[in-house]
């Protein structure tokens, strides 16, 4: 089993940053993916950015270039850092955890965590 807690979440103004973390504990395997998921209210939820067993990322084209996705070398802390933050990133953000079978195949991540709001206004 794996637990994961986010924290970092808040209110910022438009072409604000935030940090996101996430802390992993429990039984982590190497080989596992570790990602960054949002969902907003009434919208399914995407992947924002995610690392590979070999450290390799990858993001989706709305947040390429103001998000950095980033791990401790134990696997045991996730960062998500946002940049140039606009309303539309406005949503609930979840750190996730597992064997993937590619970065943004949801049912590919077994471990979730609760999540951390962030809201973003203009």
């Known amino acids: 089993q794996v637990r994961l807690v986010e924290s970092g979440g808040g209110s910022v103004q438009a072409g604000g940053s935030l940090r996101l973390s996430c802390a992993a504990s429990g039984y982590i395997y190497s080989r596992y993916y570790m990602a960054w998921f949002r969902q907003a209210p009434g919208k399914e939820r995407e992947g924002v950015a995610a690392?590979?067993?070999?450290?390799?990322?990858a993001y989706a084209i709305s947040v390429k270039g103001r998000f950095t996705i980033s791990r401790n070398n134990a696997m045991t802390t996730l960062y998500l850092q946002m940049n140039s933050l606009n309303p539309e990133d406005t949503a609930m953000y979840y750190c996730?955890?597992?064997?993937?079978?590619?970065?943004?195949?949801?049912?590919?991540?077994?471990?979730w965590g609760q999540g951390t709001q962030v809201t973003v206004s203009s």
């Open positions: 996730a955890m597992g064997d993937s079978g590619g970065y943004f195949n949801i049912p590919g991540y077994r471990y």
């Open positions: 690392i590979g067993r070999d450290g390799t990322t």
